[in-house]
């Protein structure tokens, strides 16, 4: 990245240079600002500028995504987020505590389902009174018959 003339980095990066610094490709910063999870400017010559705090939303952004939060839980955290200065500390805390409860529940539900694994044999046997994977105690049964997706169960879950 070049410096100004008085040896200072750029307040204001292109596209390209936001990619290359980031690692992610341009087609995903648009992606990204088109969601509105990033915010650039056009100059006089209608080029995308963005400001250097863009670097650590996109960083942000991307290690929300590497643990399995969906994008748009994403935008909405950093939608009260402000856009002209970088991400501080104590916001970094109020994000990762948010998305730690949605990975714990995450994370409980997938090691319920590696303990009781060996004890399934994938019948699809949700309507049978004794299934602890899919159906502990019948719950799914006042829910009618045929299959109940994982999707649902979290919903019970939940309820």
Not at 7 to 22: C, F, H, I, N, Y
Not at 133 to 140: G, S, T, V
């Amino acid at each position: 990245m070049k410096k100004d003339s008085e040896g200072r980095m750029p307040l204001e990066l292109t596209v390209g240079e936001v990619a290359q610094r980031s690692g992610v490709a341009v087609s995903t910063l648009h992606f990204y600002e088109t969601k509105g999870l990033i915010r650039s400017w056009r100059n006089r010559g209608n080029q995308r500028r963005y400001p250097r705090v863009v670097l650590r939303r996109v960083a942000v952004i991307k290690v929300a995504q590497k643990t399995g939060i969906p994008l748009a839980d994403i935008a909405e955290a950093l939608s009260v987020l402000p856009h002209d200065r970088p991400l501080t500390a104590r916001d970094w805390q109020r994000l990762s505590q948010t998305w730690k409860r949605q990975l714990d529940a995450r994370i409980a539900s997938l090691t319920s389902l590696r303990d009781h694994l060996t004890g399934c044999i994938g019948c699809g046997c949700l309507s049978m009174e004794e299934c602890p994977l899919r159906n502990p105690q019948d719950m799914l049964g006042e829910k009618g018959a045929g299959p109940i997706l994982l999707e649902a169960d979290e919903q019970v879950d939940a309820d």
